[in-house]
């Protein structure tokens, strides 16, 4: 029953078991997050391009060649969002939130685009949770919102993570870095690939991504950002990592770490999964002091991660998150389906999951349907107003008064 229209490349259904599990993430991440204070706020799926391109980087591969970018019929250009924290830095300038109690912190989840190969674990369309913490430069903050997601990921049981740490220092630090690094970049520029020669001027760091030999080889001799942070860059990354570890959270410096995107100042983190191939990130995120003056607002620095629901699922694996149902309520005679409606109802209005029979099958068919959906218990509705109640997995079955269903429903089901 194939149709001839598919799912566009790079995105995919949400079919209704995989929903089940996604929602279980959710509703982890909504809780973790609202104990610790964070917020949710929710902005449009686009935007003006004009802030990605300040916000995210004109020199970074999202923004050079990853936008869906397009023209509204007033001619404006609109970009579907990307990532999560230029338009929330937006939000927070437009709506004056730099006027209440500081920090202002915020958590969001929703999808975002980006136009890149898809393969495993890289979508055009994903769905990303994230959180910001607006207005404050402590250490504190660093340290609480790793803890956010280290806390989710523990929660939710994904296996083999790592977080990896690291600190790109202050604009100054890491101008002073970046030209001593493109210097070291050009003394050995015959043994780079030409792509990473070609960006020696626009984006040196990225040069400790590549995956040829070449480049790798001049990157092992390249002087890194954690040797050179100076006073208080370097005091602000120790009390970081000092506070990490007091939490007894496991992490490791990584001098080399980058990010995709230009707006990260002083400290930027990383969560991989060993379950996960090339995209082996679950997670990450760091500071960004410039961002929003960057956008036009007053000096505020900032902090925050996003993490990937699918990558997420990915490592999880195929999980069981069962769709199961309280109850199936089954007439015996048809003379009962007003009732068996009217009983799951009331069962619904109890909070338990309750579903009727839509299809006239007869009780045999009823119950077979019931099992298949994986009803718990099936309450047979006779001819003569009484009922049976049915355990499925038992195959138990004794006479039950309707007027306590909630009760015996609802009851221990294990
Ligand atoms: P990002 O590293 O670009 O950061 O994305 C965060 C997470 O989104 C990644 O770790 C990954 O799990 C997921 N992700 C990214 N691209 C894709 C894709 N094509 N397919 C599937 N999953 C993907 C940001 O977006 C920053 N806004 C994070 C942040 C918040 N920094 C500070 N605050």
């Given amino acids: 029953m194939a149709s001839k229209y598919q799912a566009p490349r790079g995105t995919f259904d949400v079919l209704p078991a995989d929903a089940r599990a996604r929602k279980r993430i959710e509703t982890a991440a909504a809780a973790i997050c609202s104990r610790a204070g964070y917020e949710p706020i929710a902005t449009p799926a686009f935007e003006e391009t004009e802030l990605f391109e300040r916000g995210v980087g004109r020199s970074t591969d999202i923004v050079r060649k990853e936008m869906f970018t397009f023209e509204d019929k007033g001619g404006r250009s609109v970009t579907l969002r990307p990532e999560g924290t230029a338009p929330i830095c937006r939000a927070y300038l437009e709506h004056g939130m ?46 609480e919102t790793i803890m956010l997601l280290a806390d989710l990921l523990t929660e939710l049981g994904v296996p083999g993570v790592q977080l990896r740490l690291g600190s790109l220092g202050s604009p100054d630090t890491r101008s002073a870095y970046l030209e001593e690094l493109k210097a070291h970049l050009r003394a050995h520029e015959a ?20 995956d040829d030999e070449g480049t790798q080889g001049v990157m092992a001799s390249a002087p890194t950002i954690v040797e050179r942070l100076d006073g208080e860059d370097a005091e602000h990354f120790a009390e970081v990592r000092a506070l990490l570890e007091v939490a007894g959270i496991a992490f490791e410096i990584d001098p080399t770490l980058v990010r995709g995107l230009d707006y990260y100042t002083r400290t930027i983190f990383s969560f991989v999964c060993s379950e996960l191939g090339a995209q ?18 007053p000096p505020t620095p900032a902090i925050g991660w996003a993490a990937g629901i699918e990558r997420i699922l990915l490592a999880l694996g195929e999980e069981d998150v069962t769709g199961g149902r309280d109850a199936f309520l089954a007439v015996a005679d048809p003379g009962q389906r007003r009732r068996a409606l009217a009983l799951a109802s009331e069962l619904r209005h109890a909070g338990l999951t309750a579903e009727v029979d839509l299809a006239g099958r007869g009780l045999k068919g009823q119950l077979k349907h019931a099992d298949r959906i994986g009803a718990r218990r099936v309450l047979i509705l006779e001819a003569d107003g009484s009922a049976q109640l049915r355990d499925m997995q038992s195959g138990e079955q004794h006479p039950v008064d309707t007027g306590n269903l909630i009760e015996a429903i609802g009851g221990d089901d294990s």
Wanted: net charge neutral; charged share 30%; glycine share 14%.
């Fill in 191 to 210: 043994d780079l690939s030409k792509d990473v020669r070609e960006r020696i001027e626009i984006n040196p760091l990225r040069a400790f991504d590549a």
């Fill in 98 to 143: 730099h006027k209440l109690a500081q920090p202002v912190k915020l958590s969001y989840v929703g999808p975002f685009f980006r136009h890149e190969r898809p393969q495993a674990g890289r979508f055009r369309q994903f769905r990303q949770i994230g959180v910001e913490a607006i207005g404050t430069d402590s250490p504190l903050a660093d340290a």
């Fill in 280 to 297: 082996s990130e679950v997670g990450g995120g760091g500071r960004y002091d410039g961002l929003i003056e960057q956008l036009g607002g």
